[in-house]
């Protein structure tokens, strides 16, 4: 039996920073009531981590909880304020349409996160949406979050999606579902964007010694702290955006309100992973220009760093072109920064070592020897995910996974060859078989499970239309183990027709 929780303890200890810190960057504002709370899915491992009452949650108050219709003791929910560029455009006043941060907890490992409910109704900052969200895509935020998770890519996880009876009108009527996100902070480039706009240099200041304060405490004391915020900003979003890359992730949607200050990703929309390899992939039907596509991401990722840079300016240096110039110095070694976060990724994927000392020519080398490999997948149209797991067999000369990829056996062949010279290069770890370590070393950074697109499809249709949850919760058991070789994962290894992925569109779920 659940137990009852009017009769247990508050299911969330409260501790709520930002709306103490923070004057002027949140409107009070509880979520809507709403007719039929249903708990879809609860995600008993993420309480766990917690430190939450799990079964306690897991239970009709819970639902009630998570669909927005009671307020958890120690509560005290808030439209956040921000800005942002979208698709390059810049918009003084977005804000949390359909969300509310209920609060924040900190957990064992004294951890500080947001719980917040999303499609929890409208708000002040609703502009003319409904507030709403639809079950499909929470559950898609549901399934990409628990997958990188996994795959120990930084990101936002779902604590529990909840039905809430009601319909919500999109191009069909769909039904209406809440989600509660568990985020290290929901600060974003565009609530500096927001304060930055209004030219409230005071609140600018309180803002970024929050920031500090919650994502890099080690820079309080520093005199040139604001400066090391955008540094530290600047590197988890080179490691961040260097993963994605590595991993085939598409996040459709890279607007600056979509980008984190804690490097977390965030706002799973029209998100999709690359099928056959190609930089030019785009999935999301609203960006026409291609402006996301996954080649792109590391550019706009740049893009986006520097409009927080422009932000920051004032706190910077007292001096606007000292400022402009200290930002800009630090900002250029960016594409660097991620160019090697980069490498370091492909490295572990190809089965070398990472150097012990900086070595250019090594660098230089081994970066030419991934972009001739990515070239020959792009070329040969070859899955991704597949061609990088099936490099891991032939570390130990078993070629058959690899050569079932490629119509023309021998396209592969020189690049192979090139690889294994440089390989017999890194020197063996004493005793043991080299080749077999290179190989569980290269399976530990190669998932061989991914959430492919059109297994989220299915899944999603089959909750959404069907009320069927069970096809998602083979789903997320599948993708909460992609390094895993068990047999009874094969299904969920297998990519999408081509026909399929080239007509494959993703949206905004809005
Ligand atoms: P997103 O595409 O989810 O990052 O949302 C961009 C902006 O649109 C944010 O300010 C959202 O709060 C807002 N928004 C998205 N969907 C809705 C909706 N159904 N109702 C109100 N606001 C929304
Ligand atoms: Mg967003």
Partial sequence: MPSDLASAPAPFRFDNSFVRTLDGLCVAWPPAQVPSPQLLFFNDALAVELGLDASALDSAAGASIFAGNTLPAGAAPVAQAYAGHQFGGFSPQLGDGRAVLLGEIVDPRGRRFDIALKGSGRTPFSRGGDGKAAVGPMLRELIIGEAMHALGIPTTRALAVAGTGEVVLREHKLRGAVLTRVAASHLRVGTFQYVAARGDNELLRALADYTIDRHDPALAADPDRYLQLLAAVANRQAALIAQWMNVGFIHGVMNTDNMT???????????????????????????????????????????????????????????????????????????????????????????????????????????????????LLHTHRIDYTLAWRSLADAATGNLAALNSLFADTDAPGAWLARWRNRCATDVPEAGGDAAHARAQAMRRASPRVIPRNHQVEAALRAASDDGDIAPLRRLIDAVRRPWDDDPALQPWTVPAPPEVTAAYQTFCGT
């Fill in 261 to 375: 200050l804690s490097g977390e990703t965030i706002d799973y929309g029209p998100c999709a992973f690359l099928e056959a390899y190609d930089p030019a992939t785009v999935f999301s039907s609203i960006d026409h220009q291609g402006r996301y596509a996954y080649g792109n991401q590391p550019q706009i990722g740049l893009w986006n760093l520097t409009r927080l840079a422009e932000c920051l300016l004032p706190l910077i240096d007292p001096d606007l072109d000292r400022a402009v110039q200290r930002a800009t110095d630090l900002l250029n070694g960016w594409p660097e920064q991620y160019r090697s976060a980069l490498l370091r990724g492909q490295r572990a994927r190809l089965g070398l070592r990472q150097p012990e000392h900086p070595d250019a020519d090594r660098d230089e080398a081994d970066t030419a020897l991934a972009a001739d490999w990515l070239s």
